[in-house]
């Protein structure tokens, strides 16, 4: 059992496993301490230093009788937008093939001013840096002392404008793109993983609705690849 919030990470383990726990937490350089016990007595408590009680509520509020958020979405209609919004109008040629080129061009940019911002050689374990399809990892520990058989190939990928335009179809066309990206890394394509960043939970019809679209795109991407 694992809660992760702004990368602290809380896992509850028997006793008996307690060791082999802080051996990996040990071998990455991870801090780790104990911070608690489970009792089952089916209540939270949290104690000072002193053993002083802060606080002792019912487990069962803060999950299963958390409340839930059921808010009122509207589904967002698929636009039809204008001239530029279609791309069969092009092979149709409704719109001449020069006023598509720059639209074209303005697509493409070097983005390597974005991961050159912070170390992406964690432990010397990158095998293909940011840029290509998909970035490969070595599983391998600092230190280790034989090579490592296994990696990890990764990909992040996104379609905000297509995602406008058709929710549910354009995020289920991302994670499609992902899957390749890292199908032509060699790898095989095993979780699907929604990250996004938003100023405040969507609080709108139109904005629930759209995260609901999304969220369904998803779902059935992953289903049809087969993809947890």
Known sequence: MTSE?????????????????????????????????VTGGGRLRILDEHDAV????????????APLYDRPGRRPPISTGGRHDDPRAVLSGRVAPDEAAADVLGLLADASWVYRQYDH????????????????????GPGAARRAERG????????????????????????????????????????????????????TPRSCGQLSESIDGMAEACLALEIP
């Not at 790898?187 to 969507?202: G, W």
């Open 5 to 37: 919030s702004q990368e602290r990470m809380l896992a509850i383990v028997t006793p008996a496993d307690r060791a082999a726990v802080e051996e990996v937490c040990g071998r990455w350089e991870v801090r780790a301490t104990v911070i608690g016990t």
């Open 54 to 65: 802060l606080a002792d509520v019912p487990a069962a509020s803060l999950s299963d009788d």
């Open 121 to 140: 050689q964690l432990f010397l374990n990158t095998v293909v840096g940011p840029g290509e399809d998909a970035a490969v990892l070595r599983l391998a």
């Open 152 to 203: 990890l190939a990764i990909s992040t990928d996104s379609n905000p404008r297509w995602c406008a335009l058709d929710p549910r179809l354009g995020t289920a066309m991302t994670v499609a793109e992902s899957a390749l990206n890292v199908a032509c890394a060699g790898a095989r394509p095993r979780r699907a993983r929604p990250i996004a960043s938003t100023s405040a939970t969507p609080s």
